[in-house]
């Protein structure tokens, strides 16, 4: 194997953390403020790129780092090796409520496609990169553009997700709907395309959106129940619209009549 082989152990239900055990010598990339905790003889190190140890040079340190600028990412991941002569722990936090995934590249043929924003770590040797959609209107509509993540190697990876998660197995040929803010990631052969949902009361009333994923089998496809752009909406929603305190909250009655009124502000 290229990638070292990590073991793990997940945390938690909605809030989790992923801690992994490292033997001598063994590394751990990560996404720069991902870090949780880790053990004395553990030692930190920011690198270009994702480490992978596939680039060569200057120019192909910077290819690699340029590509994770075009995902939305930092220019630099964090490495941590365990310098000390027996097994060391680093632990590694999910940035928001949800679940941590790990992916085993080797059960899912070297590639697994997922958001911009979803990878967490992954064993020293796994490749971070980026997919281009080769689709216009999966580009256009898709909600992450014509960039979408991917995670190429022979070894352990971990993404995150929002709320609850389902994993759906599909067949040769079958289809899947989803939300396009929903998707958290699938296998390299499920083919992704980007549906109108049609009609003038679901596109001008419905609320959804114009636009969903349709993702066809075979392979495997992960689903969040709460995308983080989703939360983010509802917490900017129920902000105070202008500076200061509500009016009412200095009052007795302010409590009294939030309660009365329900939660009116979504």
């Given at each position: 194997?290229?990638?070292?082989?990590?073991?793990?152990?997940?945390?938690?239900?909605?809030?989790?953390?992923?801690?992994?055990?490292?033997?001598?010598?063994?590394?751990?990339?990560?996404?720069a403020?991902?870090?949780?905790?880790?053990?004395?003889?553990i030692?930190?190190e920011?690198?270009?790129?994702?480490?992978?140890?596939?680039?060569?040079?200057?120019?192909?340190?910077?290819?690699?780092?340029?590509?994770?600028?075009?995902?939305?990412?930092?220019?630099f991941?964090?490495?941590?090796?365990?310098?000390?002569?027996t097994?060391?722990?680093?632990?590694?936090?999910?940035?928001?409520?949800?679940?941590i995934?790990?992916?085993?590249?080797?059960?899912?043929?070297?590639?697994?496609?997922?958001?911009?924003?979803?990878?967490l770590c992954?064993?020293?040797?796994?490749?971070?990169?980026?997919?281009?959609?080769?689709?216009?209107?999966?580009?256009?509509f898709?909600?992450?553009?014509?960039?979408?993540?991917?995670?190429?190697?022979?070894?352990l990876a971990?993404?995150?997700?929002g709320?609850?998660?389902?994993?759906?197995?599909?067949?040769?040929?079958?289809?899947?709907?989803?939300?396009?803010?929903?998707?958290?990631?699938?296998?390299?052969?499920?083919?992704?395309?980007?549906?109108?949902i049609?009609?003038?009361k679901?596109s001008?009333f419905?609320?959804?959106?114009?636009?969903?994923?349709?993702?066809?089998?075979?392979?495997?496809?992960?689903?969040?129940?709460?995308?983080?752009?989703?939360?983010?909406?509802?917490?900017?929603?129920?902000?105070?619209?202008?500076?200061?305190?509500?009016?009412?909250e200095?009052?007795?009655?302010?409590?009294?009549?939030?309660?009365?009124?329900?939660?009116?502000?979504?």
């Amino acid at each position: 194997m290229q990638a070292h082989e990590i073991d793990y152990h997940i945390y938690g239900e909605e809030m989790q953390y992923v801690e992994i055990e490292l033997d001598p010598q063994e590394i751990v990339i990560a996404e720069a403020g991902s870090f949780m905790m880790m053990d004395n003889n553990i030692q930190m190190e920011t690198i270009f790129g994702d480490g992978s140890g596939q680039e060569n040079g200057l120019f192909g340190k910077l290819l690699s780092a340029g590509k994770r600028v075009l995902t939305g990412e930092s220019l630099f991941m964090t490495a941590f090796i365990n310098q000390n002569n027996t097994k060391s722990k680093v632990s590694f936090a999910s940035p928001y409520p949800g679940k941590i995934i790990p992916i085993d590249l080797t059960q899912f043929g070297g590639k697994f496609i997922c958001q911009k924003d979803s990878f967490l770590c992954a064993a020293k040797g796994v490749s971070v990169g980026i997919e281009f959609s080769k689709k216009l209107g999966r580009g256009l509509f898709g909600g992450e553009g014509f960039i979408m993540q991917k995670i190429e190697g022979d070894g352990l990876a971990f993404v995150h997700t929002g709320g609850t998660l389902a994993k759906k197995e599909l067949a040769a040929g079958e289809i899947l709907k989803v939300d396009t803010g929903c998707i958290v990631g699938f296998t390299k052969d499920v083919d992704y395309d980007i549906e109108f949902i049609g009609g003038i009361k679901n596109s001008i009333f419905g609320g959804e959106g114009l636009f969903y994923a349709t993702l066809r089998g075979p392979g495997t496809v992960y689903v969040q129940s709460l995308p983080f752009s989703r939360l983010a909406d509802r917490i900017i929603a129920s902000a105070p619209r202008t500076g200061g305190n509500s009016r009412d909250e200095g009052s007795l009655l302010g409590g009294l009549g939030s309660l009365l009124d329900g939660d009116r502000r979504f």
